[in-house]
């Protein structure tokens, strides 16, 4: 009973961890009231994804993703899962370029209205 | 960036780390084959290296290493050498991006794609490189304009 | 949501359905068979570099032009404001 209550343990706090990391970009996204800190909440929310992508691909006893002669390919659990490390890849670095544009729109909303806070700028909108 | 202060120390500091920067960037892209790298960190390494000068040392100094009107061709380059790849094996008979009906003579399928995969990524890193510059310089001008 | 991940398998457990040689339906997985086939396929050791290269390409040739347009959006925005507020 004890020996299986570990083992539940030690296969899920990795997740638990992700999870606590996505409800405070959430808070981040839904409560702060100035734009950039709600930016900061949604790469805190992205990189828990990632985070639970890369965690998801790990096997017990297994090596990295690069061939070694030592250790045959034949045996699938020597190697970690590649696919989720590929789409992770690719996610972050988009991940840095829609960084990029918001901020660029973050600029233009403060130059053409001088504040970035989200109650002022529905006041002055409308 | 209105009130900068010169610091020599930093720029020496800069000086003397965006090479080393710029070197293992390149490692990284032309190494992906055989470590853990590729395109998308090399050229993000390869970024960081042109940006750190940027944020030394203020837009004369950057502006000696890589022009400002020179991200958007590099860009364009990059997509152009992806693109270029998978329309050469179109026109020579074979599926989009199949690399083994790439015209390079006495080679085999298997170190035609192998080949085939380095010339990508040499594209992917020009143009994620090219975009990060493009961004930092386009973000940095619209500072100043609101003054 | 913590509850409900408690019903997900186990991290690192390599018997996974998701680690396994072939789906329920009898189909390959594609990350075992990108194990077994991408040294015989490419002469590659980095298997994460001929799936994004190789296997996925097209979808990476996606993402690339994602990456150009985020810094055209960057371009467009900020240079265009900058040329109006110049003739005003």
């Known amino acids: 009973m004890k020996k299986k209550m570990i083992d539940f343990i030690l296969g899920h706090y990795a997740y638990w961890f992700t999870i ?5 970009g959430l808070y981040g996204i839904l409560f702060k009231r100035n734009l950039i800190k709600k930016t900061i909440g949604l790469t805190i929310f992205q990189s828990s994804i990632v985070l639970f992508y890369v965690s998801i691909a790990s096997k017990w006893d297994a090596t990295v993703t690069v061939l070694d ?13 590649p696919l989720p490390h590929t789409l992770m890849l690719t996610a972050i670095v988009v991940g840095v370029a829609i960084l990029g544009a918001s901020y660029a729109l973050l600029i233009n909303i403060y130059n053409r209205y001088g504040t970035l806070d989200e109650q002022e700028l529905l006041d002055k909108i409308s | 960036m209105r009130d900068r202060i010169d610091s020599p120390i930093v ?3 800069c000086r003397l780390l965006s090479p080393y920067i710029m070197l293992f960037g390149f490692y990284v892209v ?3 084959h055989y470590s853990p790298g590729g395109g998308f960190q090399g050229g993000a390494l390869l970024g960081a290296s042109f940006l750190l000068m940027r944020v030394a040392g203020g837009d004369e100094i950057g502006r000696l290493q890589l022009k400002e009107h020179l991200a958007k061709p590099l860009a364009i380059l990059g997509v152009a050498i992806y693109f270029g790849t ?16 790439l015209p390079i ?5 298997e170190w035609l794609r192998y080949t085939g995969i380095l010339i990508i990524e040499v594209g992917i890193g020009l143009a994620v490189m090219a975009t990060f510059i493009m961004i930092y310089d386009n973000m940095a001008r619209g500072e100043e304009e609101d003054d | 949501m913590i509850y409900a991940a408690s019903s997900l398998p186990y991290r690192g457990d390599p018997n996974n359905l998701m680690h396994a040689e072939e789906s329920m339906v009898g189909s390959k997985v594609i990350g075992s068979y990108a194990i077994q ?5 490419a002469r590659t050791p980095n298997f994460v570099t001929v799936i994004l290269g190789d296997y996925r390409a097209i979808d990476t040739f996606g993402e690339q032009l994602v990456i150009y347009t985020a810094g055209m959006i960057t371009f467009l925005l900020l240079a265009a ?3 109006r507020k110049n003739e005003r």
């Open chain 2, 11 to 13: 720029l020496l500091g």
């Open chain 2, 30 to 32: 032309i190494h992906g």
């Open chain 1, 20 to 24: 606590i990391i996505m409800c405070i």
């Open chain 3, 81 to 83: 404001s900058k040329r």
């Open chain 3, 37 to 41: 086939n991408t040294y015989l396929d």
């Open chain 2, 105 to 109: 003579p006495g080679m085999d399928t």
């Open chain 2, 86 to 101: 998978g329309l050469l094996s179109i026109l020579l008979g074979g599926n989009f991006l199949d690399y083994s009906f």
């Open chain 1, 69 to 81: 002669e030592n250790i045959p390919i034949e045996n699938v659990s020597n190697y970690l899962n």
